[in-house]
């Protein structure tokens, strides 16, 4: 009995194989039609997600998906990667390299389309699909110093989806290359990149690793995000790795990744023991200090609050945001509705929306900051596809009467949010997180005194307590001391008696 597409679709996953099967030899003879092709591969990735499934389906799953998803050159990203003689003159002094050389006779260079995902909007996988520095900057240590793998068993431990190493690897002359990962899907993808490079591809799970045989090379690169990885890292290394061989493990600053600073302590107390020739590449001596240089806008600063439903805008409210507190950037005070005048706040509004939609949203909550600079107008900071923080969600309720929490709802819940808004605002507000301008410790709270029973004042919350120790510009990025929401009649009488508020507070600050 022949099955058919629909056959596939209806049947349990785990007991799918002789119509995954069916179907894959009538997709191969183009005797199927493509109609069921979206439903066909959202089923083929969950089959490769099942814990349980049988090797042989999730083989047949992926051969299928590869063939629904033949990649092309405008779907794959061109890597290019050079040698450096700068880097292999500081990795010869860090490693002691077999027939070293001084230079390269000519740097070594791959060129590589790397195909990523095509369905990343439907995979929530516990790995990135993009290609991390760490993995570029490793592929550059090696074709800088082809000698650390050339004709040597190299493995690359959890390789993603690309596995770039793995593939430098054997431009540069390895014997043979392992390129593992546990993730399924991930697999699939690394069987597209790898194919023809001669490089093979094997699951791997750490938590519960097969019999390996050892290797004289091992690779690695962002192989730690979380604090677990660590130990489970040093353990497989421990398992992998032949006495007297060599692992290149390539990871961010500490300060970037969970469990990279416990990775680094770990060989001190364990992995010196059986491998006393190991050492450790310094990524900060190698990696140059490049730098984002970005221009500085001027102008004043707004926010706007973005609702989206069927793919247009259905509320977007313009407040204006005080001057930063230099040279920290740190936020003063904000005013709702915006004092800006009305057309410039509608040239706000359109470029918030407009960036909102740039990036493909069609429903949702969006909290967009902007500045409308003297020279060149409106300029994006940037979208945050959520609720503004703090008192974003009260400013919009007092403000205009739009609960944003249950709009967020409503678009969550397919329901179309149409907010019902006034033409004018229901009241002004204004609020502000005053700064510590004088760092010391607090010898009391007395300057929450003009704030109680004020008429006018909203709510107050103060951020600290008697004896701690606060920080002011001068020293570091200042300490917010309270927030303060005021209401007044107009949104100018909001921003004056909050500026006066916080004059009184700050007169009430005493630091020892």
Wanted: glycine share 6%.
């Amino acid at each position: 009995m022949e099955h058919s597409a629909n056959d596939f679709l209806t049947m349990p996953s785990e007991h799918c194989l002789p119509a995954l099967l069916d179907l894959t030899r009538h997709i191969q003879a183009e005797e199927s039609s493509r109609l069921y092709q979206t439903a066909v591969q959202r089923k083929l990735l969950d089959i490769l997600s099942l814990k349980e499934a049988p090797q042989d389906l999730q083989d047949a799953a992926s051969e299928l998906l590869e063939i629904l998803e033949r990649p092309s050159l405008a779907e794959a990203e061109l890597v290019e990667l050079v040698g450096s003689q700068e880097i292999r003159e500081w990795l010869l002094g860090q490693f002691f390299v077999a027939n070293e050389q001084p230079s390269l006779e000519s740097s070594l260079f791959m060129s590589r389309h790397i195909y990523h995902c095509t369905k990343r909007e439907r995979i929530r996988r516990p790995i990135a699909t993009s290609i991390y520095p760490s993995s570029k900057l490793l592929g550059q240590l090696l074709l800088s110093c082809p000698e650390l793998v050339m004709d040597q068993e190299v493995l690359e431990l959890g390789a993603g989806f690309h596995g770039l190493p793995s593939l430098v690897a054997a431009c540069c002359g390895a014997r043979h290359v392992l390129c593992s990962e546990m993730d399924p899907v991930a697999l699939h993808q690394l069987d597209i990149n790898t194919k023809d490079s001669g490089v093979e591809v094997m699951k791997l799970d750490w938590s519960a690793p097969t019999d390996l045989r050892k290797f004289q090379v091992v690779l690695g690169s962002d192989i730690v995000h979380e604090t677990w990885m660590g130990p489970a890292a040093l353990e497989i290394l421990m398992q992998c790795l032949m006495p007297g061989g060599r692992a290149v493990i390539v990871l961010p600053a500490s300060h970037h990744r969970y469990g990279v600073e416990e990775f680094q302590q770990l060989p001190d107390c364990s992995w010196n023991a059986d491998y006393a020739c190991g050492k450790a590449i310094g990524a900060a001596s190698v990696i140059g200090a490049r730098f984002l240089l970005e221009s500085y806008l001027d102008g004043d600063e707004v926010d706007v609050d973005v609702i989206m439903s069927d793919g247009e805008w259905q509320f977007a409210a313009v407040s204006d945001n005080g001057p930063t507190l230099e040279p920290y950037f740190n936020e003063t005070w904000a005013v709702s509705p915006s004092l800006l005048p009305r057309k410039k706040q509608v040239e706000l509004r359109e470029l918030a929306v407009s960036s909102v939609k740039a990036l493909g949203f069609q429903e949702g909550i969006f909290h967009v900051e902007l500045k409308y600079t003297s020279n060149h107008g409106p300029q994006l900071i940037e979208v945050n596809a959520r609720m503004g923080g703090g008192p974003v969600y009260a400013t919009n309720l007092r403000t205009w009467g739009v609960d944003l929490v249950e709009e967020a709802l409503f678009c969550a819940a397919g329901i179309p949010s149409r907010p019902v808004v006034p033409r004018l605002p229901i009241e002004c507000i204004a609020n502000a997180d005053v700064n510590a301008l004088r760092s010391g410790r607090l010898t009391d709270l007395n300057f929450m005194k003009p704030l109680f029973d004020r008429e006018g004042v909203i709510s107050h919350n103060c951020h600290v307590s008697v004896g701690e120790e606060v920080v002011g510009p001068m020293d570091g990025l200042p300490t917010w001391l309270v927030e303060v929401v005021v209401s007044k009649g107009t949104p100018r009488e909001a921003l004056d008696f909050l500026l006066r508020l916080e004059e009184e507070v700050q007169e009430n600050v005493q630091v020892a």
